[in-house]
Nanobody, 123 residues
Framework: QVQLVESGGGLVQAGESLTLSCAAS????????MAWFRQVPGKEREFVAA????????YYVDSVRGQFTISRDNTKNTINLQMSLLKPGDTAVYYC????????????????WGQGTQVTVSS
């Protein structure tokens, strides 16, 4: 199994940028498709972006397409989420997730999760 640890969250002002990172350990990283989800209190966890095992296929929820960029480095066992032009509506806890099957937008397809990192965007 794989262990995931997110970092890079924080408090920023609207319009600023932030990059989240997720470090994986414990298993062969390239075996896993990876994704970012986010959750606001009282709401369901929402798919944000996913990247295939090799990094060649990228997927985004429509609301962040062109604003966020997901990437992975299979030599460092990490994925990143570069977030630009942040809005208060992007405030959430962001989770890194991994699954052995394929890139997916569905939360239940992901077997492994990090603990989450808080992103707060002030207006």
């Amino acid at each position: 199994q794989v262990q995931l640890v997110e970092s890079g969250g924080g408090l920023v002002q609207a319009g600023e940028s932030l990059t989240l990172s997720c470090a994986a350990s414990g298993d062969t990283f390239i075996s896993y498709a990876m994704a970012w989800f986010r959750q606001v209190p009282g709401k369901e966890r929402e798919f944000v972006a996913a990247v295939s095992r090799t990094g060649t296929s990228l997927y985004y929820v429509d609301s962040v397409r062109g604003q966020f960029t997901i990437s992975r480095d299979n030599t460092k066992n990490t994925i990143n989420l570069q977030m630009s032009l942040l809005k208060p509506g992007d405030t959430a806890v962001y989770y890194c997730a991994a699954n052995r099957r394929s890139s997916s937008r569905t939360e239940s397809d992901y077997e492994y999760w990090g603990q989450g990192t808080q992103v707060t965007v002030s207006s």
